[in-house]
């Protein structure tokens, strides 16, 4: 197929947090790889061979990448033209109204409709709604190309993907045998473990993996918040359920569950079942209260009302430095409202709001761990911590 076309692949979306970390690892096995995307100084980033997001062991893949020749990144949707894959991962959100947007998708292919060519290989990478993939096999049967489409969805975690995308099985899923080898094909450069489905079932298993993580993270909490109330540190019940019990050693720790998938793919999967989805919005009553049963706890301990209150870590996880959908910004806007003033830092995040963490551990009066960065777990400090992420051991009691 490489005699119809000059390069294997071309990433629709390729300089964002799962497009780039897919064309350095395939860059990596030595195919030919282009990064279409509309942000032109994420892309001016990139063929700078400079990471323009933390991403564990991808910085020199990167470079080699680029200087090899075998990556490149543009911002002209032609570059779909050259390539025998056309791989499309772009943001799939749900709406203010917790509606998915079900055209995020259509919408990326339609904008590069005219570059798509007989023979291609057209692999929809986002996560999507069930139906998008169906949505798209009409789409490009509408335009008049024989272009083939399958589904194959991410599964790795932010921080993680240059291990997760060569350890990790490959759900590929497409309607006919000869598309799934074709897709197959493709992701078995990266791993030889390959689980066939159909579209519909890939769509759901995708949606499933993030709402059961989800999930899961809400009955911690609520476990959390029993166990508080009550006056009990729910680490150390969690320590003594989790001790060579097998049964229950996936019990998570407390915390913000956030970041830019878990809620809005439990929200997908809510409209997909037309708003019947009573667990899935039990477990966002949850998870988003967190921080208004956080200051609800501070209030009765503290008057912050003479206090300036430090929060630390911004982002949505340990070690990240996405910012996107984080309750720590959630649980700054409460205290707005309740403490005298509000410091926030994180030691991954360029903000001009921000303060160093030194400054906010000498004007604090109180702090709250928001993110469970790596730097927090060794403060040294006296004025009183707040930290229902167990850093370093410290008590969950709020």
Same mark, same amino acid.
């Given at each position: 197929?490489?005699?119809?076309?000059?390069?294997?692949?071309?990433?629709?979306?390729?300089?964002? !947090? /799962?497009g780039?970390?897919l064309?350095?690892?395939?860059?990596s096995?030595g195919?030919?790889v282009?990064?279409?995307?509309?942000?032109?100084?994420?892309?001016?980033?990139?063929?700078?061979?400079?990471?323009?997001?933390?991403?564990?062991g991808?910085?020199?893949?990167l470079a080699?990448?680029?200087?090899?020749?075998?990556l490149?990144?543009?911002?002209?949707?032609?570059?779909?033209?050259?390539?025998?894959?056309?791989?499309? #991962?772009?943001?799939?959100?749900?709406?203010?109204?917790?509606? +998915?947007?079900?055209?995020?998708?259509?919408?990326?292919?339609?904008?590069?409709a005219?570059h798509?060519?007989?023979?291609?290989? =057209?692999?929809?990478?986002?996560?999507?709604? +069930?139906?998008?993939?169906?949505?798209?096999?009409?789409?490009?049967?509408?335009?008049?190309?024989?272009?083939e489409?399958?589904?194959? +969805?991410?599964?790795?975690?932010?921080?993680?993907?240059?291990?997760?995308?060569?350890?990790?099985?490959?759900?590929?899923?497409?309607?006919?045998?000869?598309?799934?080898?074709?897709?197959?094909?493709?992701?078995?450069h990266?791993t030889?473990?390959?689980?066939?489905l159909?579209?519909?079932?890939?769509? $759901?298993?995708?949606?499933?993996?993030?709402?059961? !993580?989800?999930?899961?993270?809400?009955?911690?909490?609520?476990?959390w918040?029993?166990a508080?109330?009550?006056?009990?540190?729910?680490?150390?019940i969690?320590?003594? #359920? !989790?001790?060579?019990?097998?049964r229950?050693?996936?019990?998570?720790?407390?915390?913000?569950?956030?970041?830019?998938c878990?809620?809005?793919?439990?929200?997908q999967?809510?409209a997909?079942?037309n708003?019947t989805?009573?667990?899935?919005?039990?477990?966002?009553?949850?998870?988003?209260?967190?921080?208004?049963?956080?200051?609800?706890?501070?209030e009765?301990?503290?008057?912050?009302?003479?206090?300036?209150?430090?929060?630390?870590?911004?982002?949505?996880?340990?070690g990240?430095?996405? +910012?996107?959908?984080?309750?720590?910004?959630? =649980?700054?806007?409460?205290?707005?409202?309740?403490?005298?003033e509000?410091?926030?830092t994180?030691p991954? $995040?360029?903000?001009?709001?921000?303060?160093?963490?030194?400054?906010?551990?000498a !004007?604090?009066?109180l702090?709250?761990?928001?993110?469970?960065?790596p730097?927090?777990?060794? $403060?040294?400090?006296? /004025?009183?911590?707040?930290?229902?992420?167990?850093?370093?051991?410290?008590?969950?009691?709020?």
């Amino acid at each position: 197929m490489m005699t119809q076309f000059s390069r294997h692949v071309t990433i629709v979306g390729g300089c964002g !947090r /799962v497009g780039l970390p897919l064309g350095v690892a395939l860059a990596s096995r030595g195919l030919s790889v282009a990064l279409y995307d509309i942000n032109a100084g994420a892309v001016a980033t990139v063929n700078a061979a400079i990471m323009p997001f933390v991403e564990d062991g991808a910085a020199g893949l990167l470079a080699e990448a680029v200087a090899t020749g075998l990556l490149q990144a543009t911002t002209d949707p032609a570059a779909v033209t050259s390539a025998e894959h056309v791989v499309v #991962i772009v943001g799939t959100p749900v709406d203010e109204h917790l509606n +998915p947007d079900l055209a995020a998708v259509p919408r990326a292919i339609r904008g590069c409709a005219e570059h798509l060519r007989d023979g291609q290989l =057209l692999v929809l990478r986002s996560t999507v709604h +069930p139906g998008v993939t169906a949505l798209v096999e009409r789409l490009v049967a509408d335009l008049g190309v024989a272009v083939e489409v399958a589904f194959c +969805p991410e599964r790795i975690a932010e921080g993680r993907a240059m291990t997760e995308l060569f350890e990790l099985p490959q759900i590929v899923a497409a309607r006919s045998p000869e598309t799934v080898a074709r897709a197959e094909k493709l992701f078995r450069h990266l791993t030889e473990r390959i689980v066939p489905l159909v579209p519909e079932e890939a769509e $759901l298993a995708k949606l499933f993996t993030n709402t059961w !993580r989800y999930v899961k993270f809400a009955t911690a909490n609520q476990f959390w918040m029993m166990a508080n109330d009550y006056g009990l540190d729910f680490e150390r019940i969690r320590r003594a #359920i !989790r001790y060579d019990y097998p049964r229950a050693a996936d019990l998570p720790a407390p915390g913000f569950a956030a970041g830019p998938c878990l809620f809005k793919d439990t929200m997908q999967l809510a409209a997909f079942t037309n708003n019947t989805f009573v667990l899935g919005h039990a477990a966002m009553m949850v998870n988003e209260g967190l921080p208004l049963y956080l200051v609800s706890r501070l209030e009765r301990r503290f008057e912050l009302g003479t206090m300036t209150v430090g929060i630390l870590g911004m982002s949505f996880k340990a070690g990240s430095d996405d +910012p996107r959908e984080s309750l720590a910004y959630k =649980l700054r806007k409460i205290l707005l409202l309740k403490a005298r003033e509000v410091l926030c830092t994180d030691p991954l $995040l360029a903000d001009d709001r921000f303060l160093s963490l030194g400054e906010v551990l000498a !004007r604090a009066d109180l702090l709250v761990i928001a993110a469970p960065h790596p730097e927090y777990r060794s $403060l040294t400090t006296t /004025v009183p911590i707040v930290d229902i992420w167990g850093q370093a051991g410290r008590s969950v009691l709020v």
